[in-house]
């Protein structure tokens, strides 16, 4: 596949490792000389320098041969721009843009991305990825990482594993035999850095962070079997009142019993919060300041979430709030440095918002029938949702029959009568979806396992 990534900042940067690892032809537009060559010595993609809306550009690029054009720079508008002119005057078959602004993604005005206005095929908003996965995780307490497959039927929790844990040491494989009509399979361990799709015989040990894919109904079950006592949070403080904040303040008003309090040190941000917000007590103040803290309520907070546009505000605050009394802390953090100082600074969960974006689009990158994709542990694996066609290597295969290879674990069947548990006799059939972690060495092979071939169309 031939892709022009407009963008080399966070998003374009890693997005661009990504597809050139899997051999896929990558140029890099960037108005920025620096970043062009950065990723040109870094990565195997061609750069070019300029704006990625403008036509002479996009054809230096490649742009009249190139089968997808994705735009993740930091302004919506360069990105919509460069996925219309990459329409109207080179008819590039998919186009993708970053759109952060709200406005823009109001449901009255989704007639702008149809094919006669503004032909825009995936519009990717990662404030509103973020805020849903800040959410998921406030109503799942003691996973550190919540995502949904199969239309919300099945999850894959993260969960650290502690000396509380009562099946360390236990081969994974019989966990199910433990616990009576628990669907809980481990697709992958993280340990000292490296993430692994464990074989039935591996077990858990402590400081694990184990992913685990389970029927959404058990998750509660599930996690109280590993040990987590965890309630939901009621008194939520946010640090920051931007899209994301207000997303999810918008979001807990809903919730009833909830006490949210917003700390904005912008006083129009502060004040433009306000009037979208009903039952939220917003400050205006500086997060780093104790006694404005104090005043929101940290030293009694269950949850502190810390989404401000700066990283060292984000760590600073959350270490801060821990100190006042805060149970738990939040922290938006884009540096992949400063992710990994997570345990020594006491901060509970990190939010990457790379993560969430770059998923959303390898969804639609993919070739063959992927529904849903998540990147874990910076891209050293994925867990997919894929669809079994009639013309797909695996119809008609039991699981134990199929030729999956090292770095790939099965966590769950769907078809049309429920969730399945992953045992070696399971026969799939076109139709099915099946759920599963695979290492990074082993994603070319599983893309092709639900490759769409000729005689599907």
């Not at 939040?330 to 600074?345: A, T």
Request: aromatic content about 4%.
């Amino acid at each position: 596949m031939r892709v022009i990534i407009c963008g080399a900042g966070r998003v374009g940067y890693g997005l661009a490792a990504r597809l050139s690892a899997e051999r896929n032809t990558v140029t890099v537009i960037d108005t920025s000389p620096d970043l062009i060559r950065q990723i040109t010595n870094q990565l195997d993609v061609r750069g070019v320098i300029g704006h990625g809306s403008h036509p002479d550009v996009l054809v230096r690029a490649g742009v009249k041969d190139c089968d997808m054009i994705i735009a993740v720079t930091h302004y919506d508008e360069v990105n919509m721009m460069a996925c219309q002119v990459a329409h109207s005057l080179f008819d590039v078959p998919t186009k993708v843009a970053r759109v952060r602004a709200q406005g823009y993604l109001s449901s009255e005005w989704n007639d702008l991305y149809s094919r006669e206005n503004m032909p825009i095929d995936i519009i990717i908003s990662p404030e509103i990825e973020i805020g849903k996965s800040i959410l998921r995780r406030l109503n799942t307490p003691g996973a550190f990482n919540v995502v949904p497959f199969g239309d919300g039927a099945v999850q894959m929790l993260g969960v650290e594993i502690s000396a509380d844990c009562p099946i360390i040491q236990t081969p994974i494989r019989q966990i199910p035999d433990l616990f009576t009509g628990l669907h809980a399979a481990v697709v992958g361990i993280e340990r000292e850095g490296e993430i692994f799709a464990p074989t039935p015989d591996d077990p858990l040990e402590i400081g694990d962070r184990a992913y685990i894919i389970t029927q959404s109904a058990h998750a509660t079950r599930l996690l109280e079997v590993l040990g987590s006592r965890e309630t939901k949070a009621r008194h939520i403080v946010i640090i920051g009142g931007g899209n994301i904040g207000i997303y999810v303040a918008e979001s807990l008003e809903k919730t009833s019993g909830m006490r949210v309090r917003v700390i904005e040190r912008n006083k129009d941000r502060a004040e433009a919060s306000a009037a979208n917000l009903t039952r939220t007590v917003i400050l205006n103040g500086d997060a780093m300041d104790a006694d404005i803290q104090e005043e929101a309520g940290v030293s009694s907070a269950e949850m502190v979430i810390c989404l401000t546009d700066s990283d060292s505000v984000n760590i600073l605050s959350a270490v801060l709030a821990k100190k006042l009394g805060a149970s738990h802390t939040i922290s938006l953090i884009n540096e992949l440095s400063m992710q990994d100082m997570q345990s020594e600074l006491g901060i509970d969960m990190v939010i990457d918002p790379r993560a969430s974006t770059i998923s959303s689009i390898l969804r639609h990158v993919r070739r063959g029938r992927i529904l849903e994709v998540y990147s874990l542990e910076n891209g050293g694996a994925e867990v997919i949702e894929g669809e079994v066609l009639d013309t797909s290597p695996m119809a008609g295969k039991a699981l134990r029959d199929l030729s999956l290879g090292e770095g790939v674990a099965i966590g769950a069947v769907i078809s049309d009568a429920g969730v399945i548990f992953p045992t070696p006799d399971i026969v799939l059939r076109p139709g099915n979806r099946v759920v599963l972690l695979a290492e990074k060495g082993a994603l070319s092979d599983i893309v092709t396992m639900f490759r769409v071939s000729s005689d599907y169309y």
